[in-house]
């Protein structure tokens, strides 16, 4: 038997096939392509039930709205949105949507304050990952995730 490793060199002649593009740093639009990935991942993993990597793949995107919004380095949440540009309204917003959507960004960052606690079963001492936590609202966190994607692109195209 020879093995055929699904990985394909760049710029090395590959016929075609079904491909996941693995390096977005021809496209013009990487940072764009991959945060949409993110979310429309979330959401599908959501919406069928895949938990713990539903949960991980959302907190990311979560990470990576900010980055697109304010460039700063960093897993933290909390320091990311003080990272924000002084106007952006999300940074420091108490009232309507936006303070919504800052709430849920903290939020999230609270259940998981490094990015981390979604992605193994079991933390590197041997607990449950999320175990303060027994469940969260699918329906909820879809929303949230969907008010933080339109205010990100609102963002960014004005």
Not at 18 to 37: H, K, M, P
Not at 59 to 64: D, G, I, N, P
Not at 97 to 124: C, K, M, N, W
Request: glycine share 8%; hydrophobic share 35%.
């Amino acid at each position: 038997m020879s093995y055929l490793s699904p990985f394909n060199m760049v710029n090395v002649e590959h016929e075609g096939c079904e491909a996941l593009s693995l390096s977005l740093g021809d496209d013009v639009n990487a940072d764009e392509t991959a945060w949409d990935a993110y979310y429309l991942g979330a959401i599908e993993l959501i919406t069928n039930g895949h938990d713990l990597t539903a949960f991980f793949i959302a907190r990311h995107f979560v990470e990576l709205s900010l980055k697109r919004l304010g460039f700063g380095p960093g897993h933290s949440l909390a320091e990311l949105l003080d990272e924000l540009p002084k106007t952006d309204p999300l940074r420091t917003s108490n009232t309507g949507p936006v303070a919504e959507i800052r709430a849920f960004v903290l939020d999230i960052g609270q259940v998981d304050p490094s990015g981390t606690e979604g992605r193994y079963a079991h933390t590197l001492g041997g607990k449950a990952s999320l175990a303060t936590y027994c469940c969260v609202d699918r329906y909820e966190l879809a929303r949230h995730l969907g008010s933080l994607y339109e205010y990100v692109q609102d963002r960014v195209s004005n």
